[in-house]
T-cell receptor, first 115, second 109 residues
Framework: EADIYQTPRYLVIGTGKKITLECSQT?????MYWYQQDPGMELHLIHY???????EKGDLSSESTVSRIRTEHFPLTLESARPSHTSQYLC??????????????FGNGTRLTVT | EDQVTQSPEALRLQEGESSSLNCSYT??????LFWYRQDPGKGPEFLFT???AGEEKEKERLKATLTKKESFLHITAPKPEDSATYLC??????????FGTGTKLQVIP
């Protein structure tokens, strides 16, 4: 069963609108991530957080912003959506610490379409 | 820079026809190689983690193996429900996770 939840699952909005994609996890994981994935393409990291009040930009340049005020919550905001933002957005989390890295656990994503 | 290359891009098998998917990687200080299954419109589902060369993991019809340069996902006697895209990812010393583009598997009844 999914322990990481994303809402909405699908979103169609007009250009220029402000949107927030929600992501929550119940596993108490310190590390959380946002990936962007276009159909048939690889996942690209756009933001990550290693804990409360810690956020960093990923490899893929993105006009979105994130916040991490609570451990379980990692929302992503687009201040002014554009058609180029049309994509699938995937949230993930994992436990931290230790010599080896634990696997990412993903939500089911938000499919965003900007018209 | 960490890199992951998966082959083939797509694979079509008859039900019961065993095969293997390849994941070649370069990473600075491997701290985990991960296999995921992704169904259309869903997020990746975690399958296996491998940490050191020689390690093997099994789950039902799937078996993952690891060498110093590549990993294989062996599928034995696949069923149509095994149809999905299989993703490989590596995590190195900086805790970044780098994904490959995946192998799209179709199993025909």
């Amino acid at each position: 069963e999914a322990d990481i939840y994303q809402t909405p699952r699908y979103l169609v909005i007009g250009t220029g609108k402000k949107i927030t994609l929600e992501c929550s996890q119940t596993m108490g994981h310190d590390k959380m991530y946002w990936y962007q994935q276009d159909p048939g393409m690889e996942l690209h990291l756009i933001h990550y957080s290693y804990g409360v009040n810690s956020t960093e930009k990923g490899d893929l340049s993105s006009e979105s912003t994130v916040s991490r005020i609570r451990t379980e919550h990692f929302p992503l905001t687009l201040e002014s959506a554009r058609p180029s933002h049309t994509s699938q957005y995937l949230c993930a989390s994992r436990s931290g610490g230790g010599l080896y890295n634990s696997p990412l656990h993903f939500g089911n994503g938000t499919r965003l379409t900007v018209t | 820079e960490d890199q992951v290359t998966q082959s083939p891009e797509a694979l079509r098998l008859q039900e019961g026809e065993s095969s293997s998917l390849n994941c070649s990687y370069t990473v600075s200080g491997l701290r985990g190689l991960f296999w995921y299954r992704q169904d259309p419109g869903k997020g990746p589902e975690f399958l296996f983690t491998l940490y050191s060369a020689g390690e093997e993991k099994e789950k039902e019809r799937l078996k993952a193996t690891l060498t110093k340069k590549e990993s294989f996902l062996h599928i034995t006697a696949p069923k149509p429900e095994d149809s999905a895209t299989y993703l490989c990812a590596v995590s190195g010393g900086y805790q970044k996770v780098t994904f490959g583009t995946g192998t799209k598997l179709q199993v025909i009844p």
